[in-house]
């Protein structure tokens, strides 16, 4: 009964979007004027392969953004180094994971834009690049490629699945349970990020069988290939940074950037040769930040403009993707941000961790709250949590007075991301073998 309602509210879905191709295609096309469209690659995104498709088994994977994008270049490493025979197509949806990953990616992959979910972008992707597998990352329910995949024979993977609070309320819905639950049946392999997770896939009726258990990908830090150019220029920051006392604050969001400066000043009158690099979540909010400070006067530089510091300089504002993993070895310390007010939900603390940093956080991590616990429960000084700037600052002023104390927290840290990071690509690997490629028709 609810498969059959499934059907009924997939067929809406389906007729609607086919409707609305039209308009999305505008839509696309208003996106590529204002610049969040690939200039020249959009029509990919109305699944127009620009690339040759190559003989042989093929895997597709698939990543909204740059977060997701890069917890999944372990697992295609993985796949690579397991089965060469295999071609791997990567897509994402957004420009500016494009614009990062694509160097990241080994050479032999194959790099596209995502199609909308509309039935003939979708029957275009797969009629042209034929995969022989997909693996979705995290969320991605689009009911026309799962639906069109699953009948034309392709197995389904969705790594690393989570769902936020809000989107487990949408799902929940009388109308739209007997959907994701008509989606959910289509999958060969679901791995949750975590037990919490596992459950609201099985709230939303995900096949028993289907659901498995590895560990939360973001604890993998992708290995992959810095230019030389990149490594002296961190290397030369890094220099000038020696007889600094450095801390970063991380991927912040707007607003979060009153609290880092107010922990700032503080600092700089506890202890002068303070160091602080801001690094937002946006490199938009990066710039405009820059041009408030200076025009109110502060020792400030932007990356993007000056790589190197100015005597005085006490301020360094990133404003540049996709360098975060290097540039925590910049910094003793980092503060994730994204995490400081109601309604923001945290980001991945692994990459600090790796770098052996001193990890502080406030107490609004959304889906990250697992990370934070999991990690504590580790070593509980490799998170500390604060409740604002008060409580950051004296946190802060306690690690740079207090040598034991921040080599300890550091130490807690890589601790901690050893432990929970070991095994996670190889697990995965065996259970992606076994539910997913031994379908593969030889």
């Known amino acids: 009964m609810a498969n059959g309602s499934g059907i009924i509210v997939y067929k809406l879905y389906r007729a609607l979007s086919y409707g609305l191709s039209p308009l999305l295609h505008l839509h696309l096309r208003w996106r590529k004027l204002r610049g969040l469209e690939h200039q ?15 003989p042989g088994p093929l895997l597709w994977f698939h990543a909204v953004s740059l977060g997701e994008g890069m917890a999944a270049i372990p697992v295609i490493n993985g796949c690579m180094q397991k089965r060469p025979d295999f071609n791997i197509l990567m897509t994402t949806t957004t420009l500016s994971a494009f614009e990062v990953i694509k160097d990241k990616l080994p ?22 690049w034929k995969p022989d597998a997909i693996i979705l990352m995290e969320s991605e329910l689009w009911p026309n490629l799962i639906v069109s995949a699953s009948e034309n024979g392709i197995p389904l993977a969705l790594i690393n699945a989570r769902m936020s609070a809000k989107s487990f309320r949408r799902w929940s819905r009388s109308l739209l349970l007997p959907l994701v639950s008509l989606l959910l049946s289509r999958f060969s392999l679901i791995i949750p990020l975590s037990n919490a997770q596992a459950i609201n896939f099985q709230l939303l009726q995900a096949p028993p069988l289907a659901i498995n258990f590895s560990a939360d990908l973001k604890y993998v830090v992708a290995e992959y290939n810095t230019s030389a150019r990149e490594e002296s220029c961190i290397d030369s920051l890094m220099a000038q940074l020696t007889h600094k006392k450095v801390w970063m604050a991380a991927s912040i969001h707007r607003g979060e950037e009153e609290v880092m400066l107010a922990v700032h000043k503080y600092l700089m009158q506890r202890h002068g040769n303070i160091i ?41 504002i990133v404003d540049t993707l996709g360098e975060l993993r290097e540039l925590y070895r910049l910094t003793p310390i980092a503060v994730i941000g994204g995490s400081f007010f109601p309604g923001l939900a945290g980001h991945n603390l692994s990459e600090a961790a790796a770098a052996g940093c001193a990890i502080l956080t406030g107490f609004h991590n959304g889906h990250f709250s697992h990370m934070v616990q999991q990690m504590q429960k580790v070593n509980k000084v490799s998170v500390k949590q604060v409740s604002g700037n008060v409580e950051l600052a004296e946190a802060l002023d306690e690690l740079f007075s207090d040598a034991t104390s921040l080599n300890l927290s550091r130490l807690a840290a890589k601790e901690a991301y050893h432990a929970l990071s070991n095994g996670i690509i190889t697990n995965i690997w065996y259970l992606l073998d076994h539910h997913v490629f031994r379908l593969i028709q030889s």
């Open 276 to 316: 602080t690099v801001i690094v937002p979540r946006y490199p938009q909010v990066g710039r405009e930040i820059f041009q408030k400070l200076r025009k109110e006067r502060y020792c400030v530089a932007l990356r993007s403009q000056q790589k190197v510091l100015q005597p005085g300089t006490n301020i360094y």
């Open 107 to 128: 050479s032999k992959v194959l790099y596209q834009f995502a199609p909308i979910d509309t039935p003939m972008a979708v029957d275009s992707f797969l009629g042209y």
């Open 40 to 54: 020249l690659r959009w029509p990919e995104r109305l699944g127009r392969a620009s690339l040759s498709r190559p």
